[in-house]
């Protein structure tokens, strides 16, 4: 897939006031300091139409960026930030939740997982409540630069282990590094292949 053209569209905290209407819309989310936005900016090849930044637990919207003029990228809010009140926390998850369980037009629901860590338990416990609701999904691993070849495979081959302990089938995996380009081929072609899927929204 080409991308010819990438921009922000809107930002908003609740899920009735996402654009009206009906396009495929491929949502990003991980755990805080995941390298959510350097991915969206690597897939688009925008160096900054998501906002990257180095401190974790800044994205508090749900951000939408119209891609080709014919679908949307969604960057959500980060979870597991323990640094955000007890307050704040709730309004995220609650953002995220009513998202993902009531976007139709919500085709795949990428999870972005540090390749550098072991399994996580929030990040299990997430995709646990994903297909405990039917939620499409795919794991993207991120940052895989920052690992050697065989690092990497240990590290993935680790946490394709912990999710068949408890799942019979592997939801699609890739594996990313927005540093050196990574993945970005094969993300954009089964985003190419769901963009063919017909909308309930029609």
Known sequence: MNITSAK????NTDVAKCPAVCRH???????????????????TGRKSLAMTSSKPGKTTLINHFLINDQWYIVDLP???????????QRQIKKIIEDYILERQQMTCLFILV??????????????????????????VFTKLDKL?????????????????????????????SSADM?????????????NKLPLECE
């Open 25 to 43: 819309e491929y949502a990003f989310i991980g755990r805080s300091n995941v390298g959510k936005s350097s991915l969206i900016n690597m897939l």
């Open 78 to 88: 980060g979870y597991g930030y323990a640094q955000r009140s007890k307050e704040m």
């Open 182 to 194: 990574r993945g970005r081929n094969e993300l954009l072609d089964y985003i190419e292949e769901l």
């Open 114 to 139: 540090d390749s550098r860590h072991d399994p996580q338990k929030i990040d299990l416990e997430f995709m646990e409540w994903l297909g405990e609701n039917s939620v499409p999904f795919a794991i």
């Open 8 to 11: 922000f569209e809107i930002s």
């Open 148 to 176: 050697s070849s065989a690092a990497a495979k240990k590290q993935t081959e680790k946490y394709r282990n912990t999710l068949l302990e408890s799942w019979e089938s592997l939801p699609p995996i890739f594996y990313t």
